[in-house]
């Protein structure tokens, strides 16, 4: 089967360029989005002559998506808002998303028209909310990580400040969801996590649920840490507990052992990376500033089970990539900050 993949592989690119290469073809855009997030998925499990989720197949993954986010982004918003487009474009905004997070730089798709528009007829799912909160804080950790490459003024503290107050406005709007539309999310995964109920096989319901479970882990221990590491040390003592990001790194290792049992295959692999490797980051970074997080690496290493390898080496293949990816951004010249840009922080 391999072969014919790659075969396929081969005929859809061609496809593709043909059809980006020939502006008077009238094909169906959403079509071609839904390829492109096929031949993602293909890049960074099947394809040929590397090894699994290695870096190289990463930067490949990573030219994947961004192209497929400048041929969506090629159309005015008001395009994804009805019929088949809007949930195209509503379940592939995820690969740019959390790519960008994994990059820690402000995603495009953060502005407010690309967070409105689309839903100007259909409301948003509870999965669309946790979404536009993710790309939000994409670009505050994007601007968290400039801060320190700048001279030390009165300025400087003035963008922290403003930066905290963002943190903490993004705090109350992740908390809102997790109380209201995520409710049911919480509440299941904190009962996976237990072992209450049936050992049956999740559902595809399920499946989807646990995948909200685990983003929303992984977007706490970002936020968490982004806003812990701008504050006032002086003031951590007295924060909610809920502001702790190692309380999440738990989270996913205790869901992540009840998930593995189950005979998932290469969906649990997807479903898991984007928040095993944000749990690992967050761990590697505390550990540079001498902080003990051994027991929390143990439990994610724990709740891998037999699956320990395999997504290891797809952490370290994203990591490498991501690392190489966001030395360039930093090393390029500063762009001058827009107006929507000044709207988020």
Not at 143 to 152: A, H, N, T, V
Not at 182 to 206: H, L, Q
Not at 245 to 251: A, G, I, S, T
Not at 268 to 277: P, R
Request: glycine fraction near 6%.
């Amino acid at each position: 089967m391999l072969p014919s993949c790659q075969q396929m592989y081969g005929q859809t690119l061609r496809s593709v360029a043909s059809y980006l290469g020939n502006a008077d073809k009238q094909q169906d855009l959403a079509s071609f989005l839904l390829v492109g997030s096929m031949l993602c998925m293909y890049e960074c499990t099947y394809a040929p002559g590397c090894d699994l989720f290695n870096s190289k197949q990463m930067e490949n993954y990573f030219a994947h998506v961004f192209g497929f986010e400048a041929l969506m982004m090629s159309k005015d918003p008001s395009f994804y808002a009805q019929g088949i487009t809007h949930y195209v474009f509503c379940d592939t905004r995820i690969q740019q998303i959390t790519l960008q997070l994994q990059l820690r730089r402000k995603a495009p798709l953060a502005q407010k028209k690309w967070k409105t528009v689309p839903w100007m007829y259909i409301p948003k799912t509870t999965k669309d909310i946790l979404i536009d909160i993710m790309a939000d804080l994409c670009c505050v950790i994007e601007k968290s990580d400039s801060l320190p490459l700048q001279d030390l003024t009165t300025d400087q503290a003035s963008q922290r400040q403003r930066l905290v107050l963002k943190c903490w406005g993004l705090h109350e709007e992740i908390q809102k969801w997790a109380d209201g539309a995520g409710y049911p999310v919480i509440r299941y995964f904190n009962r996976a996590k237990a072992g209450v109920g049936t050992r049956d096989e999740p559902t595809a319901e399920e499946c989807a649920i646990s995948e909200l479970g685990l983003l929303y882990c992984a977007t706490c221990i970002i936020l968490y840490e982004c806003l812990r590491s701008n504050s006032d040390k002086s003031d951590l003592a007295n924060w909610p507990e809920e502001t702790n990001p190692r309380l999440y790194c738990h989270k996913i290792a205790s869901f992540l052992e009840y998930f593995m049992t189950f005979e998932q295959g290469r969906i649990v692999t997807n479903m898991v990376i984007f928040a095993v490797l944000t749990a690992l980051q967050f761990i590697t970074r505390q550990e540079a500033l001498g902080h003990d997080l051994v027991e929390e690496k143990m439990a994610l290493f724990t709740g891998l089970g037999d699956l320990r390898e395999i997504i290891l080496g797809a952490v370290g293949g994203v990591d490498q990539a991501s690392t190489k990816h966001h030395v360039k951004e930093l090393s390029a010249p500063t762009q001058t900050t827009t107006d929507s840009d000044q709207s988020i922080i």
